[in-house]
């Protein structure tokens, strides 16, 4: 089972954001990323978590990181968070559950004339960077968290 943990913080996020996805983290998990932002931009970190515990795959990650806001995701599936650059700007996601018309929302995207999608797991299109590219079909990230949200059937956070 997935699930995702973020912070914002006036100092340092990095080891409540290792301890709340390490949280999420059991046997059964297939990735797990962190993705941290600060004064010199974003790092992130994906790792595969099948074989071996989430802590060890991070611990020499933490000690590099650096940053005030962060988001982490356990994942069945998608390599996540992304990091996204648009004319939205710079932002990170995550995301989890179950988009059921992935073959619509694709063609919806196709028709805007300006997506491209880059991320797969299992030769179907990561569902993160699917939420990602809804968003930046509009103007602002809450009209396009709107869009995406009028427009997914299934369930999504």
């Given at each position: 089972m997935s699930g995702f943990f973020g912070v914002a913080s006036k100092t340092d996020c990095v080891m409540p954001l290792f301890f709340g996805v390490d949280y999420h983290s059991h046997l059964g998990t297939k990735r797990g990323g962190l993705v941290v932002h600060g004064e010199s931009g974003f790092q992130r970190s994906i790792h595969n978590i099948e074989n071996s515990p989430f802590r060890t795959k991070f611990e020499r990650d933490v000690d590099?990181?650096?940053?005030?806001?962060?988001?982490?995701?356990?994942?069945?599936?998608?390599?996540?968070?992304?990091?996204?650059?648009?004319?939205?700007g710079s932002f990170a996601i995550t995301t989890v559950g179950r988009i059921n018309n992935m073959d619509e929302l694709m063609n919806l995207c196709f028709a805007s004339g300006k997506v491209q999608f880059l991320e797969s797991s299992k030769g179907q299109i990561n569902q993160?960077?699917?939420?990602?590219?809804?968003?930046?079909?509009?103007?602002?990230?809450?009209?396009?968290?709107?869009?995406?949200?009028e427009h997914i059937k299934g369930s999504m956070s």
């Open positions: 590099e990181f650096k940053g005030e806001s962060g988001i982490g995701c356990i994942s069945d599936n998608e390599a996540q968070p992304l990091i996204v650059h648009s004319h939205l993160t960077e699917m939420v990602a590219a809804l968003i930046n079909l509009k103007n602002s990230v809450i009209e396009g968290l709107t869009f995406a949200k």
